[in-house]
């Protein structure tokens, strides 16, 4: 094959007695979405002279080094400027002059310099990058632009009621599905009727199983962890909620409750570590529940109704010899293996659950996934000042996470919809949706 010939496997560059062979990288391919620089380097015709016969020499080729180059995001000051005109004639002749103005788009804030990509970064650095409105005012003034934190945080307060539309659409089409999870942590509110700033209030999510093909995620705001709140939400759901077993769930007469073998397993490991010692009750309890879950990831691979099958086949004896044993083993009281054992117990309709749906997970960690970028972000910014601050945080975390969770770009979709809604029909907010085939292509992450 001769130099420069091609074939399945690359470039083959003869040189002397050996080839040469450039092969395509990973790494090449990982970069190749980015926008390309080429400098380009050449010999002089004197440094081209062969320093020990001085014949010119002859180009075999070329030799390339990759680099990354940074250039900091800037901000534009964009002016839009209409031409306005009026009629000269009716001015002097008629009762009233016309005036007219080109076309242009509205504002996203009336009086504001805000724009739909300047609210979307804001949005998507405390949200999903956590990183607090004081720090990014910081950022700010180090590049010369004089927007305060009151300022952001006035921004925030006048997109959310842009962003409930599609909030609100999404809370509808979550509880259309049979199967979800749930989970909640706490959250502070500093200025709060009725309760002191130290008092906890909870943030709730409720997102869908692993069966769904538009995945959501809903994060809700609730001055406190009653079971009211939790019926609220789900007065329209019927079907299956996994949860970690809190009593809330349980008074719900449309609800199935799927338990969760993750937090048993996680009270048994917690016993173990005390001891590790073999042969412990609360290393038997481990060893049962580890089987479960090596049980789930042989089943991992087959179709719902497989998993149903090989549930009942395989895992049911499992458990059923778990809770058998759980049943008739004698601990003491107020320890750590005792706590397990009550729990499992305690549990026992709600884990069994599992086995009437090859479709359910044999643990709620899909919600505790879900609700761990709101933990991370409670770190770094560690309270909300009012209600509504709490309740804008709840939409906007419900977005970027159902983005996210449909390979959307959560800052581009943010900045498509705000640059998209305020001119949308009701009518047509379903197009709107992450799994929507009508969103910007910018919207998806590239490969």
């Known amino acids: 094959m001769g130099q420069g010939e091609h074939n399945c496997a690359g470039v083959k560059t003869v040189v002397k007695s050996h080839i040469r062979r450039k092969k395509s990288s990973k790494r090449e391919a990982d970069l190749s979405a980015l926008e390309t620089e080429i400098i380009e380097y050449s010999l002089t015709d004197e440094q081209r002279n062969c320093l020990d016969c001085s014949h010119t020499m002859q180009k075999i080729g070329i030799d390339d080094r990759s680099e990354l180059k940074h250039i900091p995001a800037k901000m534009i000051h964009v002016i839009h400027r209409r031409e306005v005109c009026k009629c000269k004639n009716c001015e002097v002749n008629a009762e009233k002059t016309p005036i007219i103005k080109a076309d242009a788009p509205g504002p996203l804030i009336k009086g504001s310099l805000a724009s739909p990509s300047v609210i979307a970064h804001i949005l998507a650095q405390k949200f999903l990058m956590h990183l607090p409105l004081y720090r990014q005012e910081q950022e700010f003034r180090r590049n010369g632009i004089p927007i305060s934190r009151q300022t952001m945080c006035n921004w925030i307060f006048a997109v959310t009621p842009v962003l409930v539309l599609i909030y609100n659409l999404l809370k509808i089409k979550l509880v259309d599905h049979d199967i979800i999870h749930a989970d909640d942590t706490t959250t502070q509110v500093l200025n709060e009727p009725g309760k002191s700033a130290i008092q906890k209030s909870t943030m709730w999510v409720y997102r869908t199983g692993c069966d769904s093909s538009t995945p959501i995620a809903i994060y809700e705001y609730q001055p406190n962890r009653r079971g009211d709140n939790v019926k609220g939400f789900l007065k329209d759901f019927s079907g299956y909620c996994h949860n970690d077993g809190y009593s809330g769930y349980h008074n719900l007469t449309n609800v199935i409750n799927v338990g969760c073998f993750a937090h048993a397993r996680r009270k048994f490991n917690d016993a173990w570590k005390i001891t590790k010692l073999d042969g412990t009750p609360a290393k038997i309890g481990l060893d049962y529940c580890n089987r479960l879950f090596e049980l789930e990831r042989e089943f991992a691979t087959l179709t719902p109704q497989e998993r149903y099958a090989s549930r009942l086949k395989h895992s049911k004896p499992l458990m059923d010899e778990l809770f058998g044993w759980a049943g008739a083993i004698f601990v003491p009281q107020k320890t750590a293996t005792h706590t397990a054992i009550t729990y499992l117990l ?75 809604l305020p001119t949308t029909p009701l009518s047509q907010l379903d197009a709107l949706l992450p799994w929507s085939e009508g969103l910007s292509t910018s919207c998806y992450v590239s490969k």
């Open 346 to 420: 305690n549990q026992r309709k709600y884990l069994e659950n599992v086995l009437l749906d090859g479709r359910l997970e044999l643990s709620n960690n899909r919600a505790e996934r879900t609700i761990k970028p709101y933990v991370l972000g409670r770190k770094n910014w560690l309270f909300c000042n009012s209600v509504d601050g709490a309740k804008a945080s709840a939409v906007i975390y419900s977005i970027i996470e159902t983005a996210r969770e449909n390979g959307l770009n959560p800052y581009e979709y943010l900045k498509f919809l705000l640059e998209t």
